[in-house]
């Protein structure tokens, strides 16, 4: 690039925006990348304190432009449901066109954030959004950047996005409360409201409800009928302890193909039972400090279950970083 003063400027093609602010009250950008300076422009860069401006040279030949290089990360990054912002100060964002769970390649992401002067900047793998949320950001630090950057980072992609959203797709739920002291009406079923409320922002609606007393073969049988009632995602509440008169795992172990899980490296939470019933439907057997503790091991597990993003051990096991929510 080359330098001219601002004096020299007019007629020139500015080849990156240049930012206005002033605290408490205005950011903006006043000069884009691609304006022909004018005399009259010369006061106001001065006031900016732009007394000199860049310029592409010949020799810049190699070397890609920072709005060239956000274009090219969000092609790297962007996967499904998402689209791109207007470029602004060379920087690109994702936007998420519906409501999901954004999913992050970790490893992939650290890998092109470690080559150079390349940033790819994200919200939480598992996170939760909503359409129009703004998902990553993509920029160089450099005004300039050697193209062969960009090329190692296109190595790393290989035709595999880094970001994708998973739409939420399950939209029905069946609940069975165990407990005697709720089947006899001693004392009132606390979970289903709570449950119903943690899912409502997620689009799913309760259509089948079972309370029944003490017993795996209860248990067994209440699941097998909202299941049948058509329930996309199963909740079981009461019974969840390691007390020996609590049954609700052992009835979720007999009804499901695969348990992924009794017992949850989260806290609040952690007496949690993940498990998947032969079709895929996933079953969340619920502890009680789910009633007390907002975010738990439910606000953890819920999205991803909705988004049919199946969990494995693995995932369990990795939930202990970051896992301590009270």
């Known amino acids: ?17 240049i930012v ?14 691609g304006h022909v300076i004018t005399e009259q422009d010369i006061p106001a860069l001065l006031d900016l304190g732009k007394e000199h401006i860049y310029i592409m040279e010949p020799e810049d030949e190699g070397y890609l432009h920072e709005e060239d290089v ?8 962007a996967g499904s449901n998402m ?12 936007i998420a066109d ?21 940033t790819i900047v994200t919200k939480l793998n598992n996170s939760p959004v909503k359409a129009g949320e703004k998902l990553a950001g993509m920029r160089c630090i450099p005004l300039l950047l050697e193209e062969e950057q960009v090329v190692d980072a296109r190595k790393i ?12 797709v399950r939209k029905t739920m069946g609940i069975v409360t165990t407990g005697s002291e709720v089947f006899e009406g001693r004392i009132k079923d606390a979970f289903t409201a709570i449950i119903e409320e943690r899912c409502a922002p997620y689009g799913v609606t309760k259509i089948a409800h079972e309370i029944v007393m003490d017993n795996t073969d209860n248990i067994v049988a209440a699941i097998e009928k909202v299941k049948a009632a058509g329930a996309d995602i199963i909740f079981c509440t009461g019974g969840m302890s390691v007390d020996p008169d609590d049954l609700t795992p052992g009835a979720i172990s007999r009804y499901a193909e695969r348990v992924v899980t009794y017992g949850l490296p989260v806290l609040p939470g952690s007496m949690v039972c993940i498990a998947y019933a032969a079709d895929g439907t996933p079953i969340l057997g619920v502890p009680g400090g789910v009633l007390f503790s907002k975010p738990s091991a439910f606000d953890a597990l819920v999205p991803r279950l909705i ?17 301590f929510l009270g």
Do not use: Y
């Open 83 to 94: 689209h791109a912002s207007d470029m602004a100060q060379g920087k690109l964002e994702a």
């Open 157 to 168: 992609w290989n035709q595999e996005p880094i970001l994708n959203v998973k739409s939420f």
């Open 70 to 77: 956000a274009r090219a990360l969000f092609d790297i990054a």
């Open 20 to 33: 206005r602010i002033v605290i408490g009250e205005v950011k903006d950008t006043p000069f884009r990348r």
């Open 307 to 323: 988004a049919d993003d199946e969990i494995t051990k693995e995932d369990c096991i990795a939930m202990g970083h970051g896992g």
């Open 1 to 17: 690039m080359k330098q001219i003063a601002v004096q020299d400027a007019v007629g020139q093609t500015l080849c990156h925006d």
């Open 98 to 118: 519906v409501d999901g769970l954004l999913k992050v390649d970790v490893d992939r992401l650290h890998a092109i954030n470690s080559i150079g002067e390349l």
